[in-house]
């Protein structure tokens, strides 16, 4: 009988081919511990054995609640390696929020971080009949209420692997099934309750090896683990992809330090969200603004090089003799130090991915010869669907369908996705299920919910959510995202929300970046940024009024998702005052 090919016993492989080899790093004590292959994959197997003993069943799932650790991934790969599935907690959720989790996945073990989260695990844990073990990650210290409870410090959660046969681990091993459940990604909830998006063996595997076939992971690459390990980018980045490859991963020590662990770990293949990807260009573009005299004349002789050189990479075109020299040289006076100094001087494979950014963003990363790559896709297609990828990238588009992924455009412009990665359904939700899946005589299609189009190269375009489509007391349908990106494009607004449906006009709810300035300049510059969008809109897509908000979204406020997208719903709801006086008085009635 033939081994299954899925992450657990990829892991097991690289293992056997690279021993010794750095598999991950994290902070001590002040400095980096490596831990080798041979003992990532023998601590996995004996965090199986633990999850056995603690009565882990196979289809069982291991709720995991904590900031990125080796923990983490320890316990979601030995999940999968004992024949059940992780379950994922953004550590941002609610005592609420992780009672659904915890109860909606009938996990009986939860891994937590620390005392902070474990006192919201403990506000619900009355409520929660199927949770019967609670471990927590290293350093976490248990009182005797704590142990008496039943809550197992991580020494002691290994320990319980001594009553476990390592052969059972190999028969649970053996079992497992190409489309059997991986693991469980709970959406964020833009829309209501987070559904259980189930994602096979079959599912991780075949994606992790199609991402290293155009490139993205080689075995001398290095990440950064930072984002939220309960969103499937990061799996991918984390667990899957590095396990398939032989790649290393650092775990940041907090998002507070990002900065700091960057220069690091050097990274040479790094993921950021569009909010990531906006910090670091208005730090960067505030800086290269305050040059003076020669160097900012250098500095922008060195920009307009690199995007030239950039430019014909993106199309495969030759690069002229004497621009290559120059490209040569302006790295040497200026684009080496600076990439250094972000830490980027490593970097071959920068992704921006999970929503939309704003061309102008990726055209000044050209500039620096640190191009990034947009992507797109969703958890129910274990995250790519399509790729701008080197030799291959158009900005303000998302690129190609990866290779294997048929995606097409529905008569109504919903872009539709078949492929080995389409997920196999909502846990415990058929009639979700049904709704995101169609079924034709070509096979299971999977309804993505956002608004697409391809130009005659093959280059898709989202041009919206079919969700967010705002229909105006006109009748008229307008994607909002293509005006809140325009908006957005000032260094000035941090958030834009576009408010219209069965309104007369349109609106915007606008929050400030960082430093924006002195409250009595703001409002004449954000209607100016206003004005200039709205000269390339239609009359019915234009923003008539806007209110500027006291403050930023935040997760911890609710506005945003831990992956840093808007809840519309949330805003709506918490801003009604302020949208009801943009449709209010004199400017209303006309």
């Known amino acids: 009988m033939p081994t299954p090919d899925t992450i ?34 023998a601590t996995v197997r004996t965090c199986a054995r633990a999850l056995i003993a603690l009565g882990f069943a196979p289809k069982s799932a291991i709720a995991i609640l904590g900031f990125n650790r080796p923990e983490w991934v320890l316990c979601d790969l030995a999940a999968m390696m004992a024949g059940g599935a992780p379950a994922g907690i953004y550590t941002s959720c609610s005592p609420e929020q992780i009672k659904y989790i915890v109860s909606h996945s009938e996990a009986p073990i939860i891994l937590v971080e620390n005392q902070s989260q474990l006192a919201k695990v403990l506000e619900v844990r009355s409520q929660l009949p199927s949770l019967r073990h609670i471990v927590l ?4 210290s248990v009182t005797p209420s704590d142990t008496a409870a039943g809550i197992l410090t991580w020494e002691q959660f290994l320990a319980k692997a001594s009553e476990t046969p390592d052969s059972i681990v190999d028969e649970r091993l053996a079992a497992l099934e190409p489309d059997g459940l991986a693991t469980l990604i709970y959406t964020s909830g833009t829309t209501g309750p987070p559904k259980g998006v189930m994602l096979s063996h079959d599912n991780l595997a075949w994606t992790a090896h199609m991402l290293s076939g155009i490139g993205s992971g080689v075995d001398t690459d290095v ?23 032989g790649s290393s991963v650092y775990f940041a020590e907090s998002l507070e330090k990002i900065a700091d662990n960057l220069k690091d770990a050097r990274p040479t293949v790094f993921f950021g969200v569009p909010r990531i990807w906006e910090k670091f260009h208005a730090a960067l573009s505030g800086k290269l603004g305050q040059l003076t005299g020669t160097k900012a004349k250098l500095v922008a002789w060195a920009r307009s090089v690199n995007t030239k050189v950039n430019n014909l990479k993106d199309k495969s075109a030759p690069i002229p003799f004497a621009l290559d020299l120059q490209y040569k040289l302006a790295a040497k006076l200026v684009m080496n130090k600076l ?29 620096i010869d640190l191009p990034i790559r947009e992507i797109y896709g969703q958890s129910e297609d274990c995250g790519p669907t399509s790729s701008n990828l080197p030799n291959t990238t158009r900005i303000g588009t998302v690129g190609v369908a990866l290779p294997g992924l048929e995606v097409k455009i529905a008569e109504d412009g919903e872009i539709l996705v078949r492929g080995p990665n389409v ?18 005589t070509a096979g299971r299609w999977l309804r ?11 280059y898709l375009s989202i041009t919206g959510r079919k969700k967010e489509i705002i229909i105006t007391a006109g009748g008229k349908n307008i994607a909002p995202k293509n005006i809140e990106a325009a908006l957005k494009q000032s260094p000035l607004i941090g958030e834009a929300v576009v408010i219209g449906d069965r309104r007369k006009y349109l609106t915007a709810l ?54 840093l997208k808007i809840k519309r719903k949330v805003v709506s709801e918490k801003y009604a005052a302020e949208i009801d006086a943009m449709y209010s008085g004199q400017e209303a009635a006309e």
């Open 510 to 563: 606008v929050t400030l970046a960082d430093g924006a300035g002195a409250p009595d300049t703001v409002r004449a510059a954000v209607q100016a940024q206003v004005d200039v969008v709205n000269k390339s809109l239609s009359r019915v897509e234009q923003v008539k009024r806007f209110s500027i908000l006291a403050r930023p979204f935040g997760i911890e406020t609710g506005e945003l998702t831990p992956t």
């Open 448 to 458: 993505t919910g956002d608004l697409g189009a391809f130009d005659t190269d093959g």
């Open 339 to 367: 990439k250094a100094a972000m830490g980027f001087d490593r970097g071959r494979w920068l992704i921006s991915g999970a929503a939309p950014i704003a061309a102008d963003v990726l055209e000044f990363f050209h500039s």
């Open 137 to 140: 990650m290293r350093g976490a």
């Open 423 to 440: 997920f196999l359904g909502y846990y415990k939700d058929a009639q979700a299920t049904d709704e995101s899946v169609l079924v034709d």
């Open 223 to 245: 990440s950064l683990s930072y984002l939220p390990l309960a969103h499937i980018a990061e799996q991918m980045a984390t667990i899957a992809n590095p396990v398939t490859v």
């Open 8 to 41: 657990p016993h990829r892991l097991l492989e690289q293992a056997k081919l690279r021993p010794s080899g750095p598999a991950y790093y994290e902070k001590t004590d002040g400095s980096w511990s490596v831990t080798s292959w041979r003992d990532y994959a």
